[in-house]
């Protein structure tokens, strides 16, 4: 029973929380609209008649031989290799790790007979709450906090597409300006990152023009003054 599956959430003391369901991230292909559940940890397919299609599970993170609560995918994009490529928070086994780098980014083929095993294609990697392929053929992912115990400073990481598809060691950004819980990002056609960042208090969220040279990210502010904002979509 899917009380027993090692994806399901747990709560803090290991009771379950079912029921739990947090549609997070979304992504609409050319007939297809696949949605990342963070509350049930599934990526699911949202068929035309409204029916849902759970295409894969998420595992919790195992840490010290137990299971931290819980995987949680925030993000999904599609790869040019027409793979979809899912990032975790996985805040739970990142504060339990006390130094972060338990969160990972899964590839899944939504071709697969379901349910399709998702295969961590990235890893060591800080809370990820959004994620996207650029032009230039790498992967991007907004980090939500880099420290534990939890600091309000995010980043943008890199992460380099070898020849066989697989991933390179990602690349922490140097940004123009310091970067505040960024909670959502997406890759605009010019190359040019859109990111979001809630910055802590209300009213004093904003939204960012992200534009990478190098190992260096200029950060340009196009509009603040939100109330904790959590997407950004083009």
Known sequence: SQKTQPWAPLNSDGTLQFPDANP???????????????????LNEVRPDGTVRIIAYFPNPMLYGHAISDSVPTCIAQGPDGMLYIGTLAFGANAAAG??????????NPNSPVPATPEVWAADLNPITGCGFGKD???YVTEYTTSFPRSNLGDVVRIPVNPDGSAAKGVNLTTSMDVY???GMRLSSDGKILMIEGRGKDGNGRLDEVTVNGDAA?????KDHYMIPAAVTV
């Open 24 to 42: 997070y991230g979304v992504l609409a292909v050319r007939g297809h609209q696949y949605v990342v559940d963070a509350g049930a940890n599934t």
């Open 99 to 108: 130094g972060g780098g338990q969160s990972v980014v899964y590839r899944v």
């Open 137 to 139: 053929g790498a992967f």
């Open 181 to 183: 819980q960024p909670d």
């Open 218 to 222: 200029t950060i340009k502010v196009i």
